[in-house]
């Protein structure tokens, strides 16, 4: 199955159904991958001030991790999680997990400075340590 755009510039532009699509306003179709349209879906709604709750599974995707360490963040009060009514699953804000992501990120590269600033001070820094310090940057 698959659907047929019929705006002018897109006129007879044919998307495969299961595949996913971005048309601009003046009708340029972009195909996405999975990844990429999640990602633009959750930009947009942001954006428009929604949020949309993923699965545990679904955060990992987004953070590039297993599920099982989304879980244990979800345990250890990092990540804010409601219950799903239905099914009992955690459920998560896209919006917190970006938060999270972003946090995270900002945490590893502050004790990354700190690691170089020690390693300075013990002189780790010799011209022979040198690549094993650059291999971090």
Known sequence: MSAVLEHP???GTTVTMGN?????ADGEVTELSGEAFEAALNAALGVMGRHRMVTTGQAAKLLNCSPRTVARILDSGRLPFTRNGETGRRMVDVVDVMDYQRLERERMQASLSAMRQAAQEIAMNDDELASYVAQFD
């Open 20 to 24: 996913r699509a971005l048309v601009a």
């Open 9 to 11: 510039h897109t006129k």
